[in-house]
């Protein structure tokens, strides 16, 4: 792809958060208040107790999980930072892998697009799987 199909696909696209995946919540918001100057947050403990319809899948979250999560607004985009405590392999395990860092975007998906991009992505994930799984 070019540059200019890049920027044409860049400015079409409406991102309205950023979520980073930390093993320290924290101090992650102290550096991006004290450096970035971005604030307030919000923190929340997650828990089976608070959460509401949780879908157990293994490799995601066990029956006994508890994370945080801490979010804050910069402009119209929500920075989200996250913290597994235990039973949330999805996020420890990538964490454990690849350290801190960049975890997904949000992204607004209009609806005359939406089937098209969520093909796109089963068909990402399917080339994700080890061979065999379905």
Known sequence: MTNKEYRAITQKRKITQIGVLVSDIYKAMDNWMYEHEVGPWELYRHSKEKLQNVVYKEGLCSDSFEFYTAGAMMGDIQLEIMQPIQGIPFYSDCLRQKGDGL???????????????????KEQCQQLKPKGET
């Open 103 to 121: 975890h997904h975007f949000k992204e607004v998906v209009p609806d005359d697009v939406f089937e098209d991009v969520l093909e796109y992505y």
